[in-house]
């Protein structure tokens, strides 16, 4: 079914100014604290309003998009807003990267664009589409699509299409098969995109098993859907998910990867991780999750880990925000809180009288991280910064009430780096505990602990602690060329200034020249 919408003219102030009466209110969040239910929806978003929102948004691009329009037009072709950019625009959260299809092929897409568009690029003219900017916006327009996939890889044979029915019913999700003809602004929604939407279910055009077997990455699509917009997925689309989830082992990891990437930075990732968990997906991509599903023994009580971790990703998210409401996600925080307790199920033990252990958990969870996260294709900076989140996560437990020496507190600083406000975080984030009493003696311990940096960092400028004597001047008082002793006294020099803290010239000089004898290295009696 096409359902035609009719906007107000472009043109019409009379429109605009009733437009403007309407007040904005895009779909409502649902709360991602909570853990997710995918048998339950949220409340339904009347119609109106995401209609609204999308006319006002359109209203908002008419002049790139009707200009673009009228030249498509001109040329005897069509063009539709389609996609994402339909999706956003009913949230009105449209930006200014656009989607449009047409019945042009691409070779006449860039003869429209030549002459109008301030730039063209044809990096993707293999698949249809053809990139342009205009006035800020950036423009991808794409040949009607009727691809046909082998379902063994996920690449599909590219085959143009004549209609926008055609190429609607072979998108991922039915939210994102919505169109609008421009410029009369004739809305196309042969799937019922709209209702998906408004009643926040992720759905898809075909089944679910054709879908996914066509690409299985559209699961992963799903679960990251889940985590960005909040949407509950539909009981078939799940059902589709869990028999098919070993059909992802068919995509590249890079293609995993930034899936993932894009489902931890997510408004809900909550949401999304267990959706993978639920569905086994995770047992392919990330089967480290799963696997802190530990059975809890009577006899032997300890926290659910995979609960734990998802508590710990919830609260490290409130406090990104905490300081700063206005902040990008950070993924490498939500990377480790996510997997900061990988470790555990490896270094589980039974105590003796009914305890439980996890020793150097944070040891082992550090080599997992490195493990995990080069199959998946992190960046190195990504992947080390990770590991070593996880690898200090527990330092701060060795505090107790205070009795760090301040070396200690020198050393905890100087070895998270540039990573100790994320590590505040990360530690902050894992006190879990159902215990107010300790919850808040643990926040009030690191409340001291960070004074005592904040003190010492005004001192003696901690994030830049150095050898009381550099490379050179090492060199000048030993007569030592440059090679490893070198690196060797300014190391030992280093430790010093942790544990003393700064040294007074003379009293450095001293201490090098009495380790240079203990290494045989011969130094005058003085410096």
């Given at each position: 079914?096409?359902?035609?919408?009719?906007?107000?003219?472009?043109?019409?102030?009379?429109?605009?100014?009733?437009?403007?009466?309407?007040?904005?209110?895009?779909?409502?969040?649902?709360?991602?604290?909570?853990?997710?239910?995918?048998?339950?929806?949220?409340?339904?978003?009347?119609?109106?309003?995401?209609?609204?929102?999308?006319?006002?948004?359109?209203?908002?691009?008419?002049?790139?998009?009707?200009?673009?329009?009228?030249?498509?037009?001109?040329?005897?072709?069509?063009?539709?807003?389609?996609?994402?950019?339909?999706?956003?625009?009913?949230?009105?959260?449209?930006?200014?990267?656009?989607?449009?299809?047409?019945?042009?092929?691409?070779?006449?897409?860039?003869?429209?664009?030549?002459?109008?568009?301030?730039?063209?690029?044809?990096?993707?003219?293999?698949?249809?589409?053809?990139?342009?900017?205009?006035?800020?916006?950036?423009?991808?327009?794409?040949?009607?699509?009727?691809?046909?996939?082998?379902?063994?890889?996920?690449?599909?044979?590219?085959t143009f299409g004549d209609s926008i029915?055609?190429?609607?019913?072979?998108?991922?999700?039915?939210?994102?098969?919505?169109?609008?003809?421009?410029?009369?602004?004739?809305?196309?929604?042969?799937?019922?995109?709209?209702?998906?939407?408004?009643?926040?279910?992720?759905?898809?055009?075909?089944?679910?098993?054709?879908?996914?077997?066509?690409?299985?990455?559209?699961?992963?699509?799903?679960?990251?859907?889940?985590?960005?917009?909040?949407?509950?997925?539909?009981?078939?689309?799940?059902?589709?998910?869990t028999a098919m989830a070993g059909e992802?082992?068919?995509?590249?990891?890079?293609?995993?990867?930034?899936?993932?990437?894009?489902?931890?930075?997510?408004?809900?990732?909550?949401?999304?991780?267990?959706?993978?968990?639920?569905?086994?997906?995770?047992?392919?991509?990330?089967?480290?999750?799963?696997?802190?599903?530990?059975?809890?023994?009577?006899?032997?009580?300890?926290?659910?880990?995979?609960?734990?971790?998802?508590?710990?990703?919830?609260?490290?998210?409130?406090?990104?925000?905490?300081?700063?409401?206005?902040?990008?996600?950070?993924?490498?925080?939500?990377?480790?809180?996510?997997?900061?307790?990988?470790?555990?199920?490896?270094?589980?033990?039974?105590?003796?009288?009914?305890?439980?252990?996890?020793?150097?958990?944070?040891?082992?969870?550090?080599?997992?991280?490195?493990?995990?996260?080069?199959?998946?294709?992190?960046?190195?900076?990504?992947?080390?910064?990770?590991?070593?989140?996880?690898?200090?996560?527990?330092?701060?437990?060795?505090?107790?009430?205070?009795?760090?020496?301040?070396?200690?507190?020198?050393?905890?600083?100087?070895?998270?780096?540039?990573?100790?406000?994320?590590?505040?975080?990360?530690?902050?984030?894992?006190?879990?505990?159902?215990?107010?009493?300790?919850?808040?003696?643990?926040?009030?311990?690191?409340?001291?602990?960070?004074?005592?940096?904040?003190?010492?960092?005004?001192?003696?400028?901690?994030?830049?602690?150095?050898?009381?004597?550099?490379?050179?001047?090492?060199?000048?008082?030993?007569?030592?060329?440059?090679?490893?002793?070198?690196?060797?006294?300014?190391?030992?020099?280093?430790?010093?200034?942790?544990?003393?803290?700064?040294?007074?010239?003379?009293?450095?000089?001293?201490?090098?020249?009495?380790?240079?004898?203990?290494?045989?290295?011969?130094?005058?009696?003085?410096?």
């Amino acid at each position: 079914m096409v359902v035609t919408r009719e906007g107000p003219p472009s043109a019409s102030a009379r429109g605009r100014d009733e437009l403007r009466q309407v007040p904005w209110s895009p779909v409502p969040p649902t709360n991602h604290a909570q853990p997710s239910n995918h048998a339950a929806r949220p409340a339904p978003v009347h119609r109106g309003k995401a209609q609204r929102n999308a006319v006002l948004e359109l209203l908002r691009i008419a002049p790139v998009a009707d200009e673009l329009a009228e030249r498509f037009v001109a040329a005897g072709h069509r063009l539709y807003l389609v996609g994402g950019s339909v999706r956003d625009a009913l949230l009105g959260r449209l930006g200014t990267d656009l989607d449009f299809t047409t019945d042009a092929r691409p070779e006449q897409v860039q003869r429209v664009l030549s002459g109008w568009a301030e730039a063209v690029w044809d990096t993707g003219i293999a698949f249809g589409t053809v990139g342009a900017t205009k006035r800020g916006a950036t423009l991808e327009i794409t040949t009607f699509r009727a691809d046909v996939y082998d379902r063994t890889t996920r690449n599909p044979e590219v085959t143009f299409g004549d209609s926008i029915e055609g190429d609607l019913v072979r998108r991922d999700f039915t939210v994102n098969a919505m169109a609008v003809e421009l410029p009369e602004r004739r809305f196309v929604d042969p799937h019922d995109g709209m209702e998906a939407l408004v009643d926040r279910v992720l759905d898809t055009p075909a089944t679910p098993e054709e879908s996914f077997a066509d690409d299985p990455l559209r699961m992963l699509r799903a679960a990251r859907f889940v985590s960005q917009l909040g949407f509950e997925p539909a009981p078939r689309v799940v059902t589709a998910m869990t028999a098919m989830a070993g059909e992802i082992e068919r995509i590249t990891a890079e293609r995993v990867q930034t899936e993932l990437s894009k489902l931890l930075c997510g408004a809900h990732p909550r949401k999304g991780i267990e959706l993978l968990v639920d569905t086994g997906l995770a047992d392919h991509v990330l089967p480290e999750v799963p696997a802190m599903r530990l059975e809890i023994d009577e006899h032997h009580q300890h926290k659910d880990v995979y609960h734990h971790s998802l508590v710990v990703l919830d609260q490290a998210i409130a406090l990104e925000k905490r300081d700063d409401p206005d902040a990008e996600p950070d993924l490498v925080l939500r990377l480790a809180a996510l997997l900061h307790d990988i470790g555990k199920p490896a270094t589980r033990r039974f105590e003796p009288g009914g305890g439980v252990s996890f020793h150097h958990h944070e040891v082992v969870g550090a080599k997992m991280v490195r493990k995990r996260l080069r199959a998946l294709r992190f960046s190195k900076e990504i992947t080390e910064d990770v590991a070593k989140l996880v690898y200090l996560h527990l330092r701060f437990h060795g505090y107790g009430t205070g009795q760090w020496t301040d070396s200690a507190v020198r050393r905890y600083v100087t070895d998270a780096g540039p990573l100790l406000s994320r590590l505040h975080k990360l530690v902050r984030a894992d006190c879990t505990t159902r215990n107010r009493r300790k919850a808040q003696a643990l926040q009030r311990t690191y409340d001291d602990l960070e004074a005592r940096i904040q003190r010492l960092s005004d001192e003696e400028d901690l994030r830049r602690v150095r050898p009381d004597l550099d490379g050179n001047e090492i060199m000048r008082l030993l007569g030592l060329p440059p090679g490893p002793l070198v690196g060797r006294a300014w190391k030992h020099l280093k430790e010093l200034r942790l544990d003393r803290g700064p040294l007074e010239h003379d009293e450095a000089v001293a201490e090098l020249f009495r380790w240079a004898r203990e290494q045989g290295i011969d130094v005058p009696d003085q410096p």
